[in-house]
Structures are given as C-alpha cells and as structure tokens.
Nanobody, 125 residues
Framework: QVQLVESGGGLVQAGGSLRLSCAAS????????MGWFRQAPGKEREFVAA????????YSAGSVKGRFTISRDSAKNTVYLQMNSLKLEDTGVYYC??????????????????WGQGTQVTVSS
C-alpha cells in the first residue's frame, strides 16, 4: 500500500522558515516525480514545486521561487520543502504527491497518482 506522509507543518511568523518532509513508502519511487501542492481556504489546490526522481531537475511556481527549495533523498524515499521568508499568503494545507514519468507537466495535479493527507502551514503577522 502506497503511503505519502507529510510532516513539519506548523505556525510561524511572517519572515520565518519551515521545512516540510514527505516520507514515501509502499513501492519504489525511483521513476516518480515528487511534487508539493498547497491549498488555502476557499481556493483551489495549486502547484508549489516538483523534483525529478534523480533530483537533477526541479521546477517551482513563480510565487515561491527564490524562497522555497525542493529536494529529495532517494535512499530514504523522502522529499523536502524548505520554506524561507514565509508570507501570509503561504498559509494553507501542503500536500505531497507522486507522479510517474518526467518532470514535464508537473504543475498539473490531475497527473499525480498518489497524494498525502497534507500538513497545515499557518503564517501569522
């Protein structure tokens, strides 16, 4: 049974940092792109960042570029999202997801095969 389990969310002041983790289990993810999405209250789930199975290719949404960094440890089947300079608008539930194939079209959530339950990130003023 495939499981993606996120952790690391919490309450942080604007300008602060958090690191999210996503532990994957139940299959080999070496040929999977791992992505992070987020959903704010009343809004659609949106793409944040993605990383290829080798870690050699990454892609981030414009709203987080320069502030968030995605990485993965394939030996541990874990993907990370380092979030710096957090803003109020970064508040939401952050989801980890896995998609077969390459990093192309990684922004499209319908292409992802597996999803975690999400972890809440709240940025306060």
């Amino acid at each position: 049974q495939v499981q993606l389990v996120e952790s690391g969310g919490g309450l942080v002041q604007a300008g602060g940092s958090l690191r999210l983790s996503c532990a994957a289990s139940g299959r080999t993810f070496s040929n999977y792109v791992m992505g992070w999405f987020r959903q704010a209250p009343g809004k659609e789930r949106e793409f944040v960042a993605a990383i290829s199975w080798s870690g050699g290719s990454t892609y981030s949404a414009g709203s987080v570029k320069g502030r968030f960094t995605i990485s993965r440890d394939s030996a541990k089947n874990t993907v990370y999202l380092q979030m710096n300079s957090l803003k109020l608008e970064d508040t939401g539930v952050y989801y980890c997801a896995a998609k077969r194939g390459g990093i192309a079209a990684s922004t499209q959530r319908r292409l992802y095969d597996y999803w975690g339950q999400g972890t809440q990130v709240t940025v306060s003023s």
